[in-house]
């Protein structure tokens, strides 16, 4: 399981995604589509929430893809 959620934020003019702590992966993307695509697939694998942020970095959206009876990693 991963240590911390996954989340799709905009910076310095880029889409990344990161594990809740600051740790970037996979990245950066030219749009929002495809690090939604890529923090899904992490998401997935990990077993942890997607949080999608928009550009201004206000919370857009957010998935889970963990144990709904599990405690929030991290």
Do not use: L
Not at 2 to 7: P, R
Request: net charge negative; aromatic share 6%.
């Amino acid at each position: 399981m991963a240590q911390g959620y996954v989340h799709t934020v905009h910076k310095e003019g880029r889409w990344v995604n990161e594990i809740e702590g600051g740790a970037e992966f996979g990245g950066p993307h030219q749009t929002k589509e495809d690090a939604v695509a890529a923090g899904r697939e992490r998401a997935r694998a990990d077993q942890t929430e997607h949080v999608i942020h928009n550009q201004e970095g206000s919370i857009g959206e957010r998935n889970s893809y963990g144990s709904d009876s599990a405690s929030r990693p991290g």
